[in-house]
C-alpha cells in the first residue's frame, strides 16, 4: 500500500525573522515547527513575539541557549534538555513535543533524556530523506528532505554516507543534477507526491536573510502549495502523532488476528 503523503517545515535559532517566514507559509497554505532557544548568538524574539507565533504554528525546544548537547556534560546537556521545554511551555502555553538539537548534533544518551523529558519526537539534520519518522530509543527521531541553503554535491554525499543512509544518496544522484536548492526541492517534492513520505523543507530565517533567499524561498512554498490537496500540510509533531497512531493502529489489528495463548489452531 501506498505510503500518504505529508508536507512539513521546520525552522531553526527563533530569529525575529521566523515571523516573516511564519507570513509566507500562511499565505500559500502551509504550516511548519519552529526550534525556538531561550538565547542564542543571533538574535531571539521576544517572549510577545514567540506567543504571536504560537497562536498559528507548533513551537518546538532548542535547548535553552543554543548549545551543543555534544560539548556539554550530562548534567549540563540534561538541564538543557529539560528547562527548554518548561520554557517553551510556559511562554506558549502549549505542549511542547518536539526537539531540535543544535546542528543537530547529539548522542544516543541524550535520546534517553528527551524520552524521560516527555518529549515524542527529535528533528535531526539529515538531508535528502522522504521518510517518515523513525523510532530510535523509545522516540522519533525525524529526518529532513532539503535545506533553504545552498550546499554543492560532495556535502550532501557527505551528510548521506556519514548516516550509511544509501537511499538518500541514491536520491542525490537521481535528483542532485541543480546544485540550486530550489530546483532540487522540487524534484524531491514530486518523489514523494508520486511514490509517498514526508517532504521536509528547513532552514534558518537569518540565513535566508544573509543570502538574500527570500524570492527563492516564497518561489519554492508556492511550488509546494500547488500540492496541498495531494499532500497533507502538518506540522513536525502532527507528523509523529500519526505516526504513533499508525502503528498502534496495527498492533491492534495483529493482537486481534493472532490466536489467543494456548489456542491450537486447526
Not at 174 to 183: D, F, I, N, V, Y
Request: aromatic share 10%; charged share 20%.
Amino acid at each position: 500500500m501506498r505510503t500518504e503523503t505529508y508536507i512539513t517545515t521546520s525552522w531553526d535559532d527563533g530569529h525575529p525573522l521566523d515571523l516573516r517566514v511564519a507570513e509566507l507559509l500562511q499565505r500559500h497554505g502551509l504550516t511548519g515547527t519552529f526550534y525556538v532557544p531561550m538565547t542564542a548568538a543571533t538574535e531571539t524574539m521576544t517572549a510577545a513575539q514567540l506567543r504571536e507565533l504560537a497562536l498559528g504554528f507548533e513551537i518546538g525546544a532548542h535547548t535553552l541557549h543554543h548549545n551543543l548537547l555534544t560539548r556539554a556534560t550530562e548534567q549540563q546537556a540534561a538541564r538543557e534538555i529539560i528547562d527548554s521545554k518548561s520554557w517553551v511551555e510556559s511562554n506558549t502555553g502549549s505542549l511542547c513535543l518536539m526537539f531540535c538539537a543544535p546542528a543537530g548534533k547529539f548522542r544516543r544518551q541524550h535520546l534517553k533524556m528527551l524520552r524521560e523529558a516527555g518529549y515524542l519526537g527529535l528533528r535531526s539534520v539529515e538531508l535528502l530523506s522522504l521518510d517518515l519518522p523513525r523510532r530510535k530509543a523509545g522516540i522519533l527521531l525525524m529526518p529532513t528532505t532539503i535545506q533553504a541553503h545552498s550546499q554543492g554535491f560532495l556535502t550532501l554525499a557527505r551528510n548521506a554516507a556519514k548516516r550509511a543512509a544509501f537511499r538518500n544518496l541514491w536520491r542525490l544522484f537521481l535528483h542532485g543534477r541543480s546544485a540550486e536548492w530550489p530546483k532540487l526541492a522540487q524534484s524531491l517534492l514530486l518523489e514523494a507526491v508520486k511514490f509517498g513520505g514526508v517532504f521536509h523543507l528547513w532552514g534558518h530565517s537569518w540565513e535566508v536573510q544573509e543570502n538574500d533567499q527570500w524570492k527563492r524561498l516564497e518561489e519554492t512554498f508556492r511550488f509546494m502549495s500547488w500540492f496541498v490537496n495531494q499532500a497533507v500540510p502538518l506540522a513536525n509533531g502532527q507528523i509523529c502523532q500519526r505516526c504513533l497512531s499508525q502503528v498502534a493502529s496495527a498492533d491492534e489489528a495483529s493482537r486481534f488476528e493472532r490466536p489467543p495463548t494456548g489456542h491450537r489452531q486447526t
